[in-house]
């Protein structure tokens, strides 16, 4: 079977930082040596048949790994470790809350990872082993992915704190529905992050709670700070979504305020003009008898007492503080 490049990655690991592509055909002499780390990097689309083809792995390995919907989860058999966990979508002209997945398989001396879309924690992984400050051991690969996959979430996670910030500040100018969508589209970019973020850190758990002979107590201790991280990220994205409730809530109460005084102003004029309209009215009707109707001051005589029953409205409700 052949394969574009871009669709099927090999490399094999020096142990000490560095890295040289193979191709499919080397993958077993590079097994078969005494040290050394294969790496195959392989897109969702060619993953299944090339693993099949190749027989690398279990059948039942090669399925799970090449699921169509995965979560964050973390399954040990037989001291190798099939992880899947979510990072930030970094591709351009794709949204960063639509979390990309990366499927592994690990063992001591192969890593398998599975991609659905590019992945920059992987392309950070690559210029380090171009410039031989790579992964020495699988566990290590684990961890510097991990820790990288943590970096680019937080940063995300920052940038929506100061948005939050700005609007805050914003709110005190102008609370208008624009302030209100804004609010709205980063509390549901935030919920949206939390469904990954929330099984991430249980299968960062339960990493070092099963006994993997490659994993040293150091890669465990470094797999604690980064649970650690992402024990922080919950807490900060649970933050944000109560802080986000928060100012629609004032958001709305302030428009609801403004609502209501504009809704009582309409009242106030209602009061004063309804009686003076039915005053007028009932002066304008086409009978005979209307008082004044045949005198040169009538007009002025009307107004006049509308003009003292307005003021007369108006001193009333002040007095009992209507206005």
Request: aromatic content about 6%; overall charge neutral.
């Amino acid at each position: 079977m052949e394969v574009q490049k871009k669709y099927v990655n090999i490399q094999l690991l020096d142990g000490n930082g560095g890295a040289k592509e193979i191709t499919e055909k080397d993958i077993s002499r590079a097994m078969a040596l005494p040290s050394g780390i294969i790496w195959l990097h392989l897109d969702l689309t060619q993953a299944a048949d090339f693993l099949n083809e190749y027989q690398i792995i279990p059948e039942r390995i090669i399925d799970m790994l090449c699921a169509q919907e995965t979560r964050p989860r973390i399954l040990v058999l037989d001291n190798g470790m099939l992880a899947t966990f979510r990072a930030i979508n970094l591709n351009k002209g794709q949204k960063p809350e639509d979390m990309t997945s990366i499927r592994m398989w690990l063992t001591e001396r192969l890593i398998i990872t599975v991609k659905r879309r590019d992945l920059h924690s992987i392309a950070e992984i690559n210029n380090m082993l171009r410039l031989n400050a790579g992964p020495c051991a699988t566990s290590e690969f684990l961890n510097i992915l991990l820790m990288h996959i943590t970096e680019h979430t937080d940063q995300l996670v920052d940038g929506y704190d100061g948005k939050l910030d700005d609007i805050e500040l914003a709110i005190k100018k102008d609370r208008s529905i624009v302030l209100s969508d804004r609010v709205n589209g980063i509390c549901k970019k935030v919920i949206k992050i939390r469904r990954y973020i929330l099984p991430q850190r249980e299968a960062i758990l339960a990493i070092s709670a099963n006994k993997l002979s490659w994993l040293s107590d150091e890669d465990v201790f470094e797999l604690k700070q980064v649970l650690d991280a992402n024990m922080r990220l919950l807490e900060d994205l649970d933050a944000m979504k109560d802080r986000s409730l928060i100012i629609q809530n004032e958001i709305h109460a302030y428009e609801q305020t403004q609502m209501n005084q504009r809704m009582y102003i309409l009242s106030m004029i209602s009061v004063v003009f309804i009686p003076l309209g039915f005053i007028t009215g009932l002066l304008g009707i086409n009978v005979a008898g209307i008082p004044g109707a045949e005198s040169h001051y009538g007009f002025i005589i009307v107004c006049a007492i509308l003009a003292l029953i307005m003021v007369g409205y108006i001193a009333i409700m002040r007095k009992i503080r209507w206005i």
